[in-house]
């Protein structure tokens, strides 16, 4: 719905809105519809929000945004300084910050990632000056560690006060970095590793036709006119939140998105119980057939999964098969919200590729190889201690990485 009218969004390369009662594409927005659009976002009224003006380029808040624009800017009177943005192509709040958002984000994610818009925008700059010092930070860290040990004089009979070489705040900072230097050094090289500086961590592995499990490209004369008693019949009083036109092994298919009851929700929580498509979350999905609106309640064959895998990738031996009902190591989530159950292949090429395929909507969910799996221990597991005997556990791992980001601290600042 775009300014009172029933629309449809394409997706893809550049997102396309049409208006559903005349097929009207919507050209853009002006500022005053710009306005309307946001004051119904904050529910108050136009006069309470400022105009801005128009970007046409990222600011410190849309980085990441440039394909996205143009966007209106406005500023909202209210308690918590709220500041929107609107889309001139899509008709809609792409983005909304508050102070206390935009505050511990100064605090946190930008210094975290030097996401400073100055050198953020200049991408091959920011990549050089993120590698350059986090590379610098391991040689600091290791020579650091080094030194630690060449300095420490075991004393006869042993006490701890005699056998470090310092005192007052730089014992203080012997200790700590003793303790705590080796997960800086972890930390800061795993972060370099998170920019793909080695060859090694951008390798791929096999690769397959977009359309393996498609059939071929979308065909929208296959989907026929939408019958809204139909619809509403299909759904069941339920609220729509959005269909996804999609093509599955041949035959043309609605993903419908709507609104999830709170209770019914809660209930499948309780029961460990996926929704229809997918995982778990706030919202259900339904896998629709076009041709007849009947809900797919059935699972797509493992049979058809591996004949058209097969034939996409012939003459690779595969070593593997399984149907997995708990994530493994390399294809989780912590919130419980990828897919499952899901179809696991390994191949035998010289990447040693696995597939992670959902059997209920017919699409590859993952792909790694053997070189992704060691960065993931590399990367996932030294940067954010994601290890599965504590990582799914909290508040654990929450204590766990305050002490160790605490200890870090007290350690650069001592």
């Not at 290791?142 to 004089?153: K, M």
Request: aromatic share 12%; proline share 5%; charged share 20%.
């Amino acid at each position: 719905n775009v300014m009172d009218r029933p629309a449809y969004r394409f997706g893809g390369g550049q997102s396309v809105t049409v208006f559903a009662d005349n097929g009207e594409i919507l050209e853009g927005l002006d500022a005053a519809q710009a306005r309307t659009i946001a004051s119904r976002f904050v529910a108050l009224p136009a006069g309470k929000l400022q105009d801005a003006g128009m970007l046409t380029r990222p600011d410190q808040w849309t980085i990441g945004a440039g394909r996205g624009m143009p966007l209106f800017k406005f500023h909202v009177d209210d308690p918590a300084r709220t500041d929107l943005y609107v889309s001139a192509e899509l008709g809609e709040v792409t983005l909304e910050t508050t102070r206390r958002t935009r505050t511990l984000a100064w605090l946190g994610t930008i210094p975290h990632w030097f996401y400073f818009a100055a050198l953020r925008l200049n991408q091959p700059l920011w990549t050089r000056v993120v590698v350059w010092t986090s590379g610098l930070g391991c040689v600091l860290a290791a020579l650091g560690l080094v030194l630690g040990f060449v300095q420490y004089r075991r004393s006869t009979p042993f006490r701890l006060s005699t056998s470090i070489p310092y005192s007052g705040w730089m014992r203080w900072h012997y200790v700590s970095g003793a303790v705590f230097g080796l997960f800086t050094l972890t930390w800061v090289f795993s972060g370099l590793l998170s920019m793909e500086p080695f060859a090694w961590t951008r390798a791929t592995g096999l690769e397959v036709r977009r359309d393996v499990f498609t059939g071929g490209p979308l065909d929208l004369a296959r989907f026929p006119k939408m019958d809204a008693a139909a619809w509403e019949q299909m759904l069941g009083g339920r609220a729509l939140k959005e269909v996804e036109f999609t093509r599955i092994q041949d035959e043309p298919y609605y993903i419908v998105r709507y609104a999830a009851d709170a209770r019914t929700a809660a209930a499948r929580e309780r029961l460990h119980q996926p929704y229809n498509v997918g995982g778990r979350g706030d919202e259900d999905r339904l896998l629709v057939a076009a041709a007849t609106l009947e809900v797919r309640q059935a699972p797509f064959s493992i049979e058809s999964l591996m004949t058209r895998l097969k034939a996409a990738l012939p003459n690779v031996p595969i070593v593997d098969q399984q149907v997995l009902a708990d994530y493994d190591a390399y294809y989780y989530s912590r919130a419980g919200q990828s897919s499952l159950p899901v179809l696991r292949v390994k191949f035998d090429d010289p990447a040693k590729t696995w597939f992670y395929i959902d059997p209920q909507t017919s699409q590859i969910l993952a792909q790694v190889h053997r070189l992704n799996r060691v960065e993931r221990w590399l990367y996932n597991g030294l940067h954010s201690l994601d290890f599965s005997f504590w990582y799914g556990r909290r508040p654990l791992w929450d204590i766990g990485m305050l002490v160790l980001l605490v200890g870090g601290l007290v350690s650069s600042a001592a």
